[in-house]
């Protein structure tokens, strides 16, 4: 539930698209991510398009992370288990916490639309050098399902009981 009397809070969120075969004007989930980003009203200034090897993707979420400006990191893609689906085990060997919640609520919700599919996914959520970081698959479906039914809410502080925005000048703690 959204507590309007609450006053909103803009983040600034970081979109990677991870994928050998997309491009700017192919990218169908980042763009989607990146207009309902901004009509929730965050910012989404960095936007990124990178192949699907380990290195790049430890690199890639190593300097975001590192990067003041951005609060939050979404990723789209590399997801599945192909060998070419390295985000989620590159991201995890640099986190400092997985969060096992976000998956196992993407999956439940997944559920109810693609039936038993749902465990090809590794869709998940760490932090990484205390920033947020969401790996979602890379169907257009499957982002818009983990940005309306879970991270529309997760990313808003005027959500209660609870949501990942208060947690963030406490994740040093």
């Known amino acids: 539930m959204i507590n309007e009397s609450i006053p909103f809070k803009q983040i600034n969120i970081s979109v990677i698209t991870i994928s050998d075969t997309r491009n700017k004007d192919t990218d169908k989930s980042g763009a989607y991510l990146i207009k309902a980003i901004k ?7 960095d936007y990124e398009i990178i192949s699907d090897d380990p290195n790049n993707i430890i690199k890639t979420i190593k300097e975001k992370s590192l990067n003041k400006n ?15 689906d390295n985000t989620v085990h590159s991201v995890k060997s640099i986190a400092e916490i997985e969060i096992p919640g976000f998956g196992e609520l993407f999956r439940q919700l997944s ?63």
């Open 111 to 173: 559920y109810q639309k693609i039936g038993t599919s749902t465990i090809q996914s590794l869709a998940s959520a760490f932090l990484v050098n205390k920033k947020y970081v969401f790996c979602l698959p890379g169907s257009v479906s499957a982002v818009r399902d983990a940005w309306n039914d879970i991270l529309f809410y997760q990313l808003d502080i005027r959500h209660k009981p609870c949501n990942f925005i208060e947690l963030i000048p406490r994740l040093d703690e």
């Open 70 to 84: 951005i609060d939050v990191i979404i990723t789209t893609g590399g997801t599945g288990l192909t060998g070419r």
């Open 39 to 45: 009509e929730k009203k965050h910012s989404c200034e």
